[in-house]
């Protein structure tokens, strides 16, 4: 009874999310109902439990959604996205429509820019490309969330995304962690991914009228200007890890002052905090957008939003993490691991990433429960932890876009479709293939270790 508790709670966050509620308020609701419905006592439960574990990942992560946010907003509002996106899709043709839109949010979300800002940016040009070359509408969704939510979000090595960065500081990995099996997981992710939209288009179609706009237009902005800040995302981030960091004195951190804490705990979070911050202050400098107060203020204000809607979702799997079912389902998922410390990371971690919609919330979850338990049973069992690193995101990366998701409801929005219309190719692309995607690693892991 008590994990049909937890599996009703999150049937009605799924339900209510699917029918347009905010989870700033379901969320709480619920987790409170949950905690109700279990005998354990409600108010502390909201207070001790939901608003500490939510103001906690606020505390972590507002400078990376903050810089992402303003970055992305900056790069949107100069030109700088929209010159990046229509020269992928130049280069790739006309034809190669579902390519080019994954391609351009690939790139912006790699280079940084917030996933959010990216469904904006990207899809105008996708609602062109599309019409240009008659393509099924309903797969607009889908094709974003395999550029902007999939590989570029948990796979693929020196991603700046908050995905990436929350295990750096359990497992004491850089952005970096495990790069052969970042590369496999993104492949899967992208061939498989590509291969399904390309049979979803030969069995559907689409009557809409095509739209008067072409992507393909001229733009005075050099490519250069454009790419520049995105580049630098990923050499700040490998440049402040490997050479700056260590080289500099950080016994300060032993102090109580600063949490007791040591440079392998924060040189990753540093290190992508920095390389945003560079990023941004590049884009500022080389392409200012015409109102660069209104510009930023505008970026600061769309990363409220998403922080906290992560956030409370973050709550709402904290409290169910405190319910006596969670324990229940915590030990069936360890059972069903076989005592292996990467299956269980993976199913433990996925399933909070589920239970609250949140890859970034269930990571964090998952990490501050079992972090120091994973890192013991990897010490014994030889596992590196730059590959319980990789699993884990990978993992998160799976359930997380169940339809209660942020970005999902976000994305559809943007793209004026529901989930009826667009949700089951999300799924696809965004559930089922990195959940295939993550199995593939692990069994490379154990098979041969970290690469």
């Known amino acids: 009874m008590a994990v049909i508790l937890i599996l009703m709670a999150l049937t009605l966050l799924i339900v209510g999310a699917w029918r347009g509620m905010s989870v700033l308020v379901l969320a709480p609701l619920l987790a409170m109902l949950a905690a109700a419905l279990s005998g354990t006592p409600v108010?502390?439960?909201y207070t001790q439990i939901f608003m500490q574990a939510a103001g906690g990942f606020v505390v972590a992560f507002f400078p990376l959604f903050l810089l992402g946010a303003v970055f992305g907003k900056v790069m949107e509002a100069s030109g700088a996205a929209a010159r990046l996106a229509t020269a992928i899709a130049t280069a790739l043709g006309p034809r190669n429509a579902i390519l080019s839109v994954v391609a351009a949010c690939a790139v912006l979300t790699y280079g940084g820019v917030s996933l959010f800002v990216v469904a904006f940016a990207v899809w105008p040009l996708a609602r062109a490309l599309f019409a240009k070359t008659e393509l099924p509408a309903r797969l607009i969704p889908a094709t974003?969330?395999?550029?902007?939510?999939?590989?570029?979000?948990?796979?693929l090595p020196g991603t700046p995304s908050i995905q990436n960065a929350i295990p750096m500081a359990t497992f004491g990995t850089t952005a970096f962690a495990a790069p052969g099996l970042g590369l496999v997981a993104g492949a899967v992710m992208l061939v498989l991914g590509i291969a399904w939209l390309q049979a979803r288009v030969r069995r559907m179609s689409d009557n809409a009228p095509p739209l008067a706009v072409d992507p393909m237009r001229d733009d005075p902005l050099p490519l250069w200007v454009a790419l520049v800040p995105i580049l630098s995302v990923g050499g700040v981030t490998l440049t402040m890890g490997s050479l700056i960091l260590p080289a500099i004195d950080t016994t300060y951190l032993?102090?109580?002052?600063?949490?007791?804490?040591?440079?392998?705990?924060?040189k990753g979070l540093w290190s992508v905090i920095t390389a945003l911050a560079v990023a941004l202050a590049l884009a500022l400098l080389l392409n200012r957008p015409p109102e660069v107060m209104k510009t930023v203020n505008a970026g600061a204000e769309q990363a409220l939003l998403p922080l906290f809607n992560t956030a409370s979702l973050v709550g709402f799997g904290a409290v169910i993490a405190s319910l006596p079912g969670f324990e229940m389902l915590r030990m069936g998922l360890e059972g069903l691991s076989g005592g292996d410390v990467l299956v269980s990371a993976a199913l433990s971690s996925g399933a909070l990433a589920g239970i609250t919609g949140s890859a970034s919330g269930g990571m964090s979850i998952a990490l501050d429960v079992l972090g120091p338990s994973l890192m013991v049973q990897a010490a014994t069992q030889g596992v590196d932890p730059a590959v319980l690193h990789r699993v884990v995101a990978v993992a998160t990366g799976g359930l997380d876009t169940l339809p209660h998701n942020g970005a999902v409801i976000t994305l559809l929005g943007i793209c004026g479709m529901t989930h009826r219309q667009a949700y089951g190719d999300i799924f696809v692309v965004a559930v089922l293939i990195p959940t295939l995607a993550c199995a593939v690693i692990i069994g490379l892991a154990l098979a041969f270790g970290a690469f």
């Open 43 to 45: 108010l502390a439960g």
């Open 144 to 155: 974003i969330a395999l550029g902007a939510f999939t590989f570029t979000m948990t796979a």
């Open 254 to 266: 032993a102090d109580p002052l600063y949490g007791e804490s040591e440079l392998s705990r924060v």
